[in-house]
């Protein structure tokens, strides 16, 4: 390991600790927080600094609500694409209106799960379809908004980190894989893949948008059509090296700052608060000169590639080539973001559409539907379909640092990635004869991480008619 792995291997290890210490993990394994490749928030949702509701939900519900074949506790590779297969929401409430008991009439159950349905079917509404999302806090994008927390630290190589534990009460310590903090470029090639595996998505969300509307038979036959199966539980090797974890179990925003560190805002960096979305250079005279480059592709917040770009997947990046020595040997690296979790609210007029309850409950059936037909059970107990809970959001990420030829190179090459971070595009080139530092700034407002929790088979049983019960035997 070199001293600069070793340096950007710190730097992700004191994200994770500082994530894990904020949003008070415990030993509970049934929860886990996937990093991954950082996706652009939805410029349309913000309008005038006031935030809109109906792009809200729909861009939860669009990009948000897939269901993530995850390995929990320890681990959680994300394996499926994030965005194809059937919606929850739409499994959720093409099921809740056509379930019925698994038991007979007079068994003491029978009124029980009776009234489970009934309950689930009047909070659907009239039009499942509609059914809204919504976070907490829902004025994240908002100026006003408090529930963001500062990520801030100077690391330089071989740092003791061993003397230096998150405050508070020690959470149980995940060690980051260092595969993910690299400073990795997008390829042209992959680049020119996400137009297609957009349509791909958009045909899913069209999918799932007709289930809850048609009538029982046709969306048995369509599910049937589709035949949505389960993610192979074994992993290849460079999918799960992309992954960092961290089980949270209670989801609620720490309302005190319990990262103890130094709060110095971005401006005292040296960036310009009216430049976000441009990396300021700064070269010295003894640096050899680059080669021009291509000009890279505009890559604004509100831009088409930014749009595409949430399609960009582990496997992506763990092919890509990583720069091998981001920073010279003697520089200290200066991270700087703000962090905040949303939990996502499914619920109408106040009231959750989504009842877990149901869920949880193993005696019901979907008339000519099989087990799984839904959401496919787990042959592996270390592995889970999870439902989509949390967000983990950055915002105002900045690096500061002596970058080494080769990382200056790739900055300047296109799309690339810092970690997790998506990282805005050079757009300006300051020489100076006072300063050896370079700040690069990150893509605006994005989504790094998702907190997902298991979900059972669904439906739990195979319908009578259709053969064998295939799930509740008790």
């Given at each position: 390991m070199t001293a600069n792995d070793d340096q950007l291997t710190q730097l992700g290890q004191q994200v994770l600790d500082a994530i894990a210490a904020s949003y008070t993990p415990t030993d509970d394994t049934s929860l886990a927080l996937a990093l991954y490749p950082g996706q652009s928030l939805d410029s349309d949702i913000l309008q005038g600094g006031v935030t809109n509701q109906l792009r809200l939900s729909n861009w939860l519900g669009n990009q948000y609500d897939y269901p993530l074949w995850l390995k929990l506790a320890d681990g959680t590779p994300l394996v499926t694409s994030a965005m194809t297969g059937v919606t929850a929401k739409s499994a959720y409430a093409t099921m809740a209106q056509w379930c019925e008991p698994g038991v007979a009439?007079?068994?003491?159950?029978?009124?029980?799960?009776?009234?489970?349905?009934?309950?689930?079917?009047?909070?659907?509404?009239?039009?499942?379809?509609?059914?809204?999302?919504?976070?907490?806090?829902?004025?994240?994008?908002?100026?006003?908004?408090?529930?963001?927390?500062?990520?801030?630290?100077?690391?330089?190589?071989?740092?003791?980190?061993?003397?230096?534990?998150?405050?508070?009460?020690?959470?149980?310590?995940?060690?980051?894989?260092?595969?993910?903090?690299?400073?990795?470029?997008?390829?042209?090639?992959?680049?020119?893949?996400?137009?297609?595996?957009?349509?791909?998505?958009?045909?899913?969300?069209?999918?799932?948008?007709?289930?809850?509307?048609?009538?029982?038979?046709?969306?048995?036959?369509?599910?049937?059509?589709?035949?949505?199966?389960?993610?192979?539980?074994?992993?290849?090797?460079?999918?799960?090296?992309?992954?960092?974890?961290?089980?949270?179990?209670?989801?609620?925003?720490?309302?005190?700052?319990r990262l103890g560190v130094d709060r110095l805002g971005v401006g005292q960096l040296g960036v310009?608060?009216?430049?976000?979305?441009?990396?300021?250079?700064?070269?010295?005279?003894?640096?050899?000169?680059?080669?021009?480059?291509?000009?890279?592709?505009?890559?604004?917040?509100?831009?088409?590639?930014?749009?595409?770009?949430?399609?960009?997947?582990?496997?992506?990046?763990?092919?890509?080539?990583?720069?091998?020595?981001?920073?010279?040997?003697d520089s200290s690296l200066h991270v700087h973001f703000e962090h905040i979790l949303l939990t996502i609210t499914r619920q109408l007029a106040g009231t959750p559409w989504w009842h877990p309850e149901l869920l949880a409950e193993p005696c019901w059936f979907v008339p000519g539907m099989k087990s799984g037909a839904m959401v496919p059970l787990s042959a592996d107990?270390?592995?889970?379909?999870?439902?989509?809970?949390?967000?983990?959001?950055?915002?105002?990420?900045?690096?500061?640092?002596?970058?080494?030829?080769?990382?200056?190179?790739?900055?300047?090459?296109?799309?690339?990635?810092?970690?997790?971070?998506?990282?805005a595009p050079t757009t300006q080139t300051t020489d100076s004869d006072s300063t050896e530092q370079t700040t690069v700034l990150g893509l605006g407002v994005q989504v790094i991480g998702e907190l997902g929790g298991p979900l059972p088979a669904l439906p739990p049983m195979d319908d009578p008619a259709t053969g064998p019960a295939g799930g509740y035997t008790g």
């Open positions: 009439a007079d068994s003491p159950e029978f009124p029980r799960i009776s009234a489970l349905i009934a309950q689930a079917r009047r909070d659907l509404g009239g039009d499942p379809e509609t059914l809204p999302f919504s976070c907490e806090p829902g004025d994240f994008g908002e100026d006003t908004c408090s529930g963001w927390q500062v990520f801030d630290t100077v690391i330089t190589a071989h740092t003791d980190q061993s003397s230096q534990p998150p405050p508070g009460p020690p959470p149980r310590r995940i060690l980051v894989n260092p595969e993910l903090w690299k400073l990795r470029t997008v390829s042209d090639d992959v680049l020119s893949e996400l137009p297609a595996r957009q349509m791909v998505a958009e045909q899913s969300r069209s999918l799932s948008a007709e289930l809850p509307a048609l009538s029982r038979v046709l969306a048995v036959d369509r599910i049937s059509a589709v035949q949505v199966t389960a993610a192979p539980p074994i992993t290849p090797p460079t999918i799960m090296a992309m992954m960092d974890v961290a089980p949270v179990a209670n989801m609620a925003i720490a309302n005190v700052d310009d608060q009216t430049g976000r979305g441009r990396i300021a250079v700064v070269r010295r005279p003894t640096d050899p000169v680059l080669e021009p480059l291509p000009a890279p592709p505009q890559l604004t917040p509100d831009g088409e590639l930014a749009r595409q770009l949430v399609h960009v997947n582990l496997e992506d990046l763990v092919t890509q080539p990583a720069v091998s020595t981001a920073t010279t040997s107990p270390a592995y889970a379909h999870c439902l989509p809970l949390s967000l983990l959001l950055v915002r105002n990420v900045s690096l500061t640092g002596t970058w080494s030829t080769e990382a200056r190179s790739a900055m300047n090459s296109g799309v690339h990635f810092f970690g997790p971070f998506l990282m």
